[in-house]
């Protein structure tokens, strides 16, 4: 597993090749719709949640963001945007509930193209984030928790790039690893209720799909 992540890594970081969209001076304008598959621990929005193993949530997320071409096939640049996932709690007692996640993100990316002719190309991504959370849970008899989070992201992401047109492209990106570090606190005692960190490898289960343009 190792080699495997390290090797587009290295392809990218020795590939020299450039086109004129990727040359040095040029703007990128981008926006990516992911989705994030996760696990929910229902303790971390608020301890008298039911909780059970295995517990999956999808995050659907939009990232606009502006990048500038430092060097040749080398941008760096900055990014926002917000997510949202769902997912229906189907535990005795609680059948009809659910819990609703509400992120909002701001951060930086560089990324580095490895080209292979006028259309076709790879890229590694660095990328690092603040996080801001909403999560709650609806119950189906009217119970109602309220939460926030707050944290950081850092991650790196591979991915398959396509000029359509000389000044514009789409991709396809898949996540490589990532850490994370989070705070949650119940907004209705007030309390700070969970906290947690730790590193992920996320090849399987972060996706996304974007468009680009270059000026």
């Known amino acids: 597993m190792k080699k495997f992540l390290l090797l587009p890594i290295l392809i990218c970081l020795s590939h020299q090749l450039a086109y004129g969209q990727f040359q040095q001076g040029t703007f990128m304008g981008r926006g990516n719709v992911s989705i994030n598959r996760v696990s929910t621990d229902r303790t971390f929005i608020n301890p008298q949640f039911p909780n059970s193993d295995k517990q999956t949530e999808?995050?659907?997320t939009l990232l606009p963001g502006l990048g500038y071409f430092i060097r040749e096939n080398l941008a760096i640049g900055a990014q926002g945007g917000i997510g949202r996932g769902t997912n229906s709690l189907s535990m005795e007692g609680y059948s009809g509930s659910r819990t609703v996640t509400r992120d909002f993100y701001a951060g930086i990316f560089v990324r580095k193209f490895l080209v292979l002719d006028e259309n076709f190309s790879f890229f590694l991504e660095g990328q690092g984030s603040?996080?801001?959370?909403?999560?709650?849970?609806?119950?189906?008899?009217s119970r109602f928790y309220d939460t926030k989070g707050d944290g950081w992201h850092?991650?790196?992401?591979?991915?398959?790039?396509?000029?359509?047109?000389?000044?514009?492209?789409?991709?396809?990106?898949?996540?490589?690893?990532?850490?994370?570090?989070s705070t949650t606190y119940n907004l209705m005692e007030d309390v700070q209720i969970n906290r947690q960190n730790g590193f992920n490898i996320s090849l399987l289960s972060q996706f996304g799909l974007g468009l680009n343009i270059f000026f």
Request: hydrophobic share 40%; glycine share 12%.
């Open 58 to 60: 999808n995050i659907w």
């Open 154 to 181: 850092a991650g790196m992401s591979i991915g398959f790039h396509y000029m359509l047109s000389k000044t514009i492209g789409i991709e396809l990106k898949s996540g490589l690893l990532e850490y994370n570090t």
């Open 130 to 141: 603040r996080i801001w959370e909403r999560p709650f849970f609806e119950g189906s008899d």
